[in-house]
């Protein structure tokens, strides 16, 4: 039953943590606790999806700013990722695009997936119709743009997985992905651009290799979880600032426990996050 829980259902961002750290792996979705403290890049992404959902719906730019105020609240620890930055992007964002290249097929679709014994989860953010081509749609907010960011998008292994789960599941046959990208700041990009659309091709042995390596990994993961082994991987502890987990892995272990009663809390039932830097 642990097993079919949190093993054979997996998730892009399930695969991610697991290949970023083993123990993160194991508190996040084992243990299934979380900090008391909220991730406000990824709230921030996830209001940005539901702000374009609302536009590219509406095509009316208040719409999508009440859809971003209505899932996301001002931290006062972060000065960037506001109510009022949003609201600057969205009201450009619309200047940019008033006159869309691309027609929506779907919005938000979930699926599931059997590759081999696993089944692959995720949601795609959309379908689209481009030139006469069937594309995946993805948004993205960073606070980082240039060449590196556009090379992290292949290979990729939430890119990837979404083409082939459109491909496999919905008709037409899905090869394409187009990369929604928004810069997010309060003042202009060094590049002076804040919005990038970065198209991309998804070809049969790279959807070939992405099944191999995910049940690959989904072995490791069983092996892990029937020894209650999870090792740490000390490199990640302070990528992308601080790890959730950094505080209760440095502990301890005799007294982790009463670190999870005081600093942390169950983790609350979400479907797969939009990251805000991914």
């Known amino acids: 039953?642990?097993?079919?829980?949190?093993?054979?259902?997996?998730?892009?961002?399930?695969?991610?943590?697991?290949?970023?750290?083993?123990?993160?792996?194991?508190?996040?979705?084992?243990?299934?606790?979380?900090?008391?403290?909220?991730?406000?890049?990824?709230?921030?992404?996830?209001?940005?999806?539901?702000?374009?959902?609302?536009?590219?719906?509406?095509?009316?730019?208040?719409?999508?700013?009440?859809?971003?105020?209505?899932?996301?609240?001002?931290?006062?620890?972060?000065?960037?990722?506001?109510?009022?930055?949003?609201?600057?992007?969205?009201?450009?964002?619309?200047e940019r695009y008033a006159n869309e290249v691309f027609k929506i097929v779907a919005d938000e679709k979930r699926f599931e997936l059997a590759i081999g014994a696993i089944t692959w989860t995720g949601q795609i953010d959309k379908l689209i119709e481009w030139d006469g081509k069937p594309f995946v749609l993805d948004h993205k907010t960073t606070?980082?743009?240039?060449?590196?960011l556009l090379k992290g998008f292949k290979p990729n292994l939430q890119i990837t997985g979404y083409v082939m789960a459109a491909n496999r599941l919905f008709n037409p046959a899905y090869h394409n992905v187009l990369i929604d990208i928004a810069w997010v700041g309060k003042t202009e990009p060094v590049s002076g651009e804040r919005f990038i659309r970065y198209p991309e091709a998804i070809e049969a042995w790279e959807e070939l290799e992405f099944q191999q390596f995910v049940q690959a990994e989904a072995l490791n993961i069983v092996k892990a979880t029937k020894f209650e082994d999870y090792l740490p991987n000390w490199n990640a502890c302070t990528q992308y600032g601080e790890c959730p987990f950094r505080t209760l892995c440095m502990s301890p272990p005799a007294i982790r426990e009463k670190l999870i009663e005081t600093h942390y809390k169950p983790i609350t039932p979400r479907e797969d996050n939009h990251s805000g830097d991914t």
Not at 143 to 148: C, E, K, Q, V, Y
């Open 1 to 94: 039953r642990q097993f079919a829980n949190h093993v054979l259902k997996l998730s892009y961002t399930k695969l991610r943590t697991w290949q970023t750290c083993q123990r993160k792996f194991y508190w996040q979705y084992i243990r299934r606790i979380e900090p008391l403290a909220r991730n406000v890049a990824i709230d921030f992404g996830n209001a940005w999806h539901k702000a374009m959902s609302a536009w590219h719906l509406t095509r009316d730019l208040q719409s999508a700013i009440s859809a971003f105020e209505q899932a996301f609240q001002d931290d006062p620890g972060d000065s960037k990722r506001t109510q009022v930055t949003a609201k600057k992007m969205l009201t450009l964002y619309s």
């Open 143 to 148: 606070t980082s743009l240039g060449s590196h």
